[in-house]
């Protein structure tokens, strides 16, 4: 399998539960992003990790929690989350940062009940 | 800080139409500038990019010209097809920083 691929691909969920999102990277790279990409919204930077060590947390809630065990994976642990939650969660990796070019994976649209 | 600017959408055209999407940015260095395309149901995938003043990036028709005078990046295609039907993203990322800086997104529809 090539390039960024993120599981599950849809996820409905209610405020109680606890569900975490996966994405795999199969390029090589260093570096590793979350992002939110909500309806009439910009893109929205969550987290950002370089060589398995978070670098920017942008103000995200605490519900959200990320995971980097290692440069090829990174999770999104999700817990108590809101419907103003529901957005499409995508992942992206380059191989180094400032200046690269980032690959998306396809997304995980997300629902929150 | 560092922003990116570009037209609102939709924008509606017909087959063999010509585009433009006009994208212009605010950088106090010397970024890589950007367009990304995200089609239905998809994540983004690079469409294309340029690194330096006067470059032009190039892929699938799309032709966009790194103009440092005007601070523009604007995005062509002299003959769209329905394909072409996607949200359009300008992107700036300077070497100074660990992120990309995109733009709101353009969504394009191409009739055909």
């Known amino acids: 399998e090539t390039g960024v691929t993120q599981t599950p691909r849809h996820l409905v969920m209610g405020m109680t539960n606890k569900k975490s999102l996966k994405c795999e990277q199969h390029?090589?790279?260093?570096?590793m992003y979350w992002y939110k990409q909500s309806a009439k919204k910009p893109l929205e930077l969550m987290f950002v990790?370089?060589?398995?060590?978070?670098?920017e947390n942008n103000s995200v809630p605490s519900r959200f929690s990320p995971e980097c065990p290692n440069s090829s994976h990174l999770f999104l642990h999700l817990h108590t989350l809101q419907p103003e939650d529901s957005a499409l969660y995508l992942c992206?990796?380059?191989?180094?940062?400032?200046?690269?070019?980032?690959?998306f994976g396809p997304g995980t649209r997300l629902l929150v009940l | 800080g560092d922003s990116v600017t570009q037209m609102e959408g939709p924008v509606t055209l017909s087959e063999e139409a010509f585009l433009t999407i006009n994208c212009t940015y605010t950088?106090?260095?010397?970024?890589?500038l950007f367009w990304y395309v995200q089609y239905p149901g998809e994540g983004l995938q690079l469409l294309l990019k340029?690194?330096?003043?006067?470059d032009k990036g190039s892929n699938k028709g799309f032709e966009a010209t790194y103009r440092k005078e005007t601070t523009s990046f604007h995005l062509e295609k002299g003959s769209v097809q329905v394909s072409d039907s996607a949200v359009y993203f300008c992107?700036?990322?300077?070497?100074?920083?660990?992120?990309?800086?995109f733009g709101k997104g353009t969504r394009l529809h191409i009739l055909p």
């Open positions: 340029a690194t330096k003043a006067d």
């Open positions: 992206a990796s380059s191989q180094e940062l400032a200046g690269e070019t980032q690959y």
């Open positions: 992107a700036l990322s300077d070497y100074r920083d660990d992120k990309i800086i």
């Open positions: 390029l090589g790279h260093n570096a």
């Open positions: 990790y370089n060589f398995k060590e978070q670098t």
């Open positions: 950088a106090t260095g010397y970024p890589s």
